[in-house]
């Protein structure tokens, strides 16, 4: 997600619950971490918080719309809302297995999915993310 952010002009990543990070708690680059980003850990912006709670709360209090990417009733095919305008939109992806828990898909502004034609119900996090960021982006 590191290049896919820096390929596509994502301003910032925060990363949360246990998602890893590029440095271990020693202060030591994570050499399976490093050696997917490329570098693009020292090219992106981020910042671990871990709770998404309180990220989504200073998101939406610096008037970011909070999109969660996630499958659900309420959800919408992505390239409906690119059509709404908004200018500050921050996505939440949840986690591979399990996606973004209700909890968190209530607190979310919107809900987006990318509609699937075939057997399987999901992406991997990372890909689904890369899809709406440059989606999005144009």
Avoid: H
């Avoid at 689904?128 to 982006?137: D, M, S």
């Amino acid at each position: 997600m590191f290049r896919t952010a820096d390929g596509a002009g994502v301003e910032q990543l925060y990363l949360c619950g246990i998602t890893p990070q590029p440095f271990d708690r020693f202060g030591r680059l994570q050499k399976e971490f490093t050696k997917t980003a490329l570098g693009s850990e020292k090219s992106v912006e981020w910042k671990y918080i871990k709770s998404v709670t309180r990220v989504i709360k200073k998101l939406k209090k610096d008037g970011y719309v909070v999109c969660g990417i996630e499958q659900s009733e309420i959800s919408i095919p992505y390239d409906q809302f690119k059509k709404q305008g908004y200018r500050k939109i921050a996505f939440i992806v949840g986690n591979e297995v399990s996606g973004i828990s209700p909890r968190i898909l209530k607190q979310c502004d919107k809900i987006l999915e990318i509609p699937m034609k075939g057997e399987k119900e999901s992406l991997n996090v990372s890909v689904a993310f890369g899809i709406i960021a440059y989606e999005l982006k144009k």
